[in-house]
Every structure is written in structure tokens, then in C-alpha cells.
């Protein structure tokens, strides 16, 4: 798919308004409520179809993290949603997507800077496409996330309601603002806090205090810290099998040489993608260890690998995160642009909607002598002033406002890859796409139940394994 603002930016503002108008012929704005679960695939054979190019002996923990709680089904799986969404018409108002905007994926992050910036941060499924699959991900997230806290429907819905608001009206910000302005644009926390004040009662201004301080201890010290022991040899990677098992730890006998030379040409193909100064930069660090981690909830069962460094001496150390790069959920889809590498994919869309993406991201590929399969890779620091949402600690005036925020977000990632003017145009000043996301929103969080049933289903019949670490 295209990138609209790669053709309409010959057009006049009023040409672009009218593009975005006209997509309404297309996907009206009330038709978007609609959620249609007749004909689509088994979601089981969906998630074992991902589960195949993964870690044979990793994909039962993931499956097991899945079965937690719906809201943990529903982080793993966006294959399932972004087949559900495929089968329905949409507006054509293509934004490089996140491609999995569930809120948890929307956090506290350091900029370059040293600033504290509010930033969606997990980008292994962006790739263009309709505006609205991203947005439609958000909103069930928050049905889902209400209901885990046990919110009536009156909640539920408000919590769409404002998310989907917080896009619309920041989209129609966007639109009259200039190009740089937008490009520029940034959430600090500082700017977060002075706007939602004024609708924080004492207990949240405390919480949201909280969070941002305890985001600034969450760094690369503090992970160094949690993640490496000291031996006589040094500092290495401490052992947590199966989440964290040194190279050395694992069950690959002879070939484990080679193994490490491969992640050797890892980094080194890494480091070609950085710019010449961030070269020189990662020069002046070694490489001491390396471990297997396993990552998040849909990721799990993907190839990740941390990687210590150290510069000066023990005190100077540097964590780097390699983490296997796949097509996204989304390509089928879409039928939009094929890479030729699949962790350029993710650093490219990253820096496309990311205000403040990390210093040392960079892509490689490698062919694995152990299977003889090329994988892609992305990489960057494995932790850097990170504050993650608490939703099951939130009242519903709590999660309403986080919803707010989260939307905005989202507009201000979407403005800078589409065409706010189009886009602003579609959705209009009213409150139609907002309702009609409401409803789809609640549609899909029954959805959402139904399959994660499913999965305890194949669970308890052996169609597929789910093991407890």
C-alpha cells in the first residue's frame, strides 16, 4: 500500500480534505462498528501457522502465557485480529501501522536526550496500512483490559470513547499544523502531566508520579544489575532457564563455536546500519556474553538473544537486545510493500512513527549453520528508562484518561507517516467514528473471549502443548 502523504502532497489542503471525505464512500464511518465472525479461519490454526518458524521447545510457554487471561491471549494475538480485520473493507487511508497498538505497547521511554517521552514501543508488526486497523486494536484493548478489572459496560464503552476521541481530536490538530511542526512533535512527561491535571484526582497525580520516577530507575544500570552475576572471570549473564540461558547453557553440544561466531557476525553485520558516529560509539565496547531471553507474550518462541558489553571496565557496560524479525501479521493482508529484510522493516517503520527511537537500533541478516536458515534481526539496548501501564491497578476515571493519552498518541505517530488533512477529514468533528469504534471495540473483545476458550479448548483436547515455566 501506499503512503497517502506520498501522493497527495501536490494536492491543496482542500484537495486532500476532499480524498479524505471521499473515503467515506468507501468504509462510511458507521460501518466501521461492524465486526462479521462468519467464515473466518480457525484462530488456532492461525497462531500454530506463527508458532511454526519459532523454538520448538519455547512455543508451550507461550501458548501457557496466553491462557493466563484474556488481556494475555489478546497481546498474542494480533495474527488473529489482523486476519479478522483483512476480511473487512476499510477506508484505504494507508499510516505506516504499528501493527499491534494494544495499550500496553504505549509507555514511558528516554529520548536521545535524556528526556522522559510517552511513545508507542513495540514495532515487530508495523508495516502501511489502514489507518483504522491500528486504532480498532487500541480500542478493544481497553474493553478487554476494563473488563479484567471487573468495569460495567458504561465503563467499558467510556474508556473506547475517549481513546478514540483522544485520536480524532489530536488528528484535527495535526492537520492544520505545519510539516516540521508535526515531524517535531513530542509527548514528554512533563507536557502529559500539565495537560491532564486538571482531570486527575489526588490518587492518580500520585500514581502517574510515581510511574515517572520509578521509569527513570528502570535503566540500563539497574538491568545490568538485575541480568549478570560477577565471577572470577568477569561479569557474565546470569542463568534463568528457560527465560535467560547463556550461550554456554544450552543443549548445543559441539556446535557451540559456531553458534557464538554466528552471533559474533550478528553484531558485526548490526553494526553496519548504524550511522559512522555510532560505529565509533559501539567500538569502544566488547563483547563479554551472550544468552537466549525469552521476550513478551506474542513474541515468545522468536530467536532473542542479549548481548553484555563492556567498555572501560565492569562499571561501563552496555546490553544490547537481538531480536528475530518475521513478516508481518499484517503482509498477507495488505499486499503491500515485501522486504528484503524483515528487521529493516521494524527500524524503518520504528523511526518513521517513533518520536525518540533508541541511539543504537540497527538491523542485520544471518545464515544459521546449525539449520542453514537465514534469519533477520533487529537490535537495540535492552533497557533504557522504561515505565510500563498498570491498567489492573486503575479505577475507571484512571483508564479513561490513559486512553486519552494513548489515542493522541497514536494520532501523532499516524500524522507523521499519513495525511493528517485526509484523515481529519474522514473522521470528521462529530462523534460518529467514535461510537462506531465503541461498538466494534465491544464486538471484538467478545471475539477476543471466545477464541482464547478456544485455545484452553485445544489445550485440554493435546492439539497443541502449554507448559508453566
Not at 497462531?47 to 508451550?60: F, N
Not at 509527548?187 to 486527575?200: E, N, Q
Not at 546490553?319 to 524503518?348: I, M
Request: proline letters at 4%.
Amino acid at each position: 500500500m501506499t503512503i497517502p502523504s506520498a501522493f497527495t502532497a501536490s494536492l491543496s489542503p482542500a484537495e486532500r480534505a476532499a480524498y479524505g471525505r471521499n473515503a467515506r464512500k468507501r468504509a462510511p464511518r458507521s460501518g466501521q462498528a461492524r465486526y462479521e465472525a462468519d467464515g473466518r479461519e480457525d484462530p488456532i490454526e492461525v497462531i500454530e501457522r506463527q508458532s511454526a518458524t519459532r523454538v520448538r521447545e519455547l512455543v508451550p510457554i507461550r501458548y501457557a502465557r496466553m491462557l493466563e487471561s484474556p488481556f494475555r491471549f489478546y497481546r498474542g494475538a494480533a495474527a488473529i485480529m489482523a486476519m479478522d480485520l483483512g476480511r473487512h473493507p476499510h477506508s484505504g487511508l494507508t499510516v505506516q501501522l504499528c501493527g499491534d497498538a494494544h495499550l500496553l505497547n504505549f509507555r514511558l521511554l528516554a529520548s536521545p536526550e535524556r528526556h522522559l517521552v510517552f511513545d508507542i514501543n513495540d514495532f515487530d508488526e508495523t508495516l502501511a496500512g489502514p489507518f483504522e486497523w491500528d486504532v480498532k486494536r487500541l480500542a478493544a484493548s481497553f474493553v478487554i483490559a476494563a473488563r479484567a478489572n471487573g468495569f460495567g459496560a458504561p465503563e467499558q464503552d467510556e474508556a473506547v470513547r475517549a481513546c478514540v476521541r483522544g485520536y480524532r481530536t489530536r488528528m484535527r490538530e495535526f492537520a492544520g499544523m505545519r510539516t516540521l511542526d508535526i515531524w517535531y512533535a513530542q509527548d514528554d512527561a512533563d507536557r502529559m502531566r500539565t495537560l491532564l491535571a486538571s482531570a486527575m484526582n489526588k490518587q492518580t497525580r500520585r500514581r502517574t508520579a510515581e510511574a515517572t520516577a520509578k521509569a527513570r530507575t528502570r535503566t540500563h544500570m539497574q538491568a545490568y544489575a538485575k541480568l549478570t552475576r560477577r565471577t572470577a572471570a568477569g561479569r557474565v549473564i546470569a542463568s534463568d532457564p528457560p527465560l535467560i540461558t547463556p550461550l554456554r547453557e544450552l543443549p548445543s553440544g559441539a556446535s557451540t563455536d559456531r553458534q557464538e561466531k554466528e552471533l559474533q557476525a550478528v553484531v558485526e553485520g548490526y553494526t553496519k546500519t548504524l550511522s559512522s558516529e555510532r560505529r565509533h560509539l559501539l567500538r569502544r565496547y566488547r563483547m563479554v556474553d551472550i544468552a537466549r531471553k525469552v521476550v513478551g507474550v506474542g513474541s515468545v518462541g522468536t530467536r532473542c538473544w542479549i548481548i553484555l558489553m563492556l567498555g572501560r571496565d565492569d562499571d561501563d557496560p552496555l546490553l544490547l537486545q537481538a531480536k528475530e524479525a518475521q513478516e508481518s501479521v499484517l503482509a498477507v493482508h495488505t499486499g503491500g510493500e515485501r522486504f528484503d529484510n524483515q528487521g529493516r522493516r521494524v527500524v524503518t517503520g520504528q523511526r518513521l512513527i517513533q518520536t525518540t527511537s533508541d541511539i543504537f537500533l540497527g538491523w542485520t541478516h544471518v545464515v544459521s549453520g546449525l539449520d542453514g536458515h537465514g534469519r533477520d534481526f533487529y537490535v537495540r539496548q535492552l533497557r533504557d528508562w522504561k515505565g510500563i501501564a498498570r491498567p489492573e491497578l486503575w479505577d475507571p476515571a484512571t483508564l479513561c484518561l490513559f486512553g486519552q493519552v494513548c489515542g493522541a498518541s497514536l494520532a501523532r505517530a499516524h500524522a507523521r507517516s499519513g495525511d493528517p488533512v485526509a484523515l481529519a477529514a474522514y473522521l470528521g468533528g462529530g462523534d460518529r467514528f467514535d461510537h462506531a469504534l465503541t461498538e466494534f471495540a465491544r464486538a471484538y473483545a467478545d471475539q477476543n473471549e471466545r477464541d482464547f476458550e478456544a485455545l484452553g479448548t485445544a489445550v485440554a483436547a493435546g492439539r497443541v502443548e502449554a507448559r508453566d515455566l
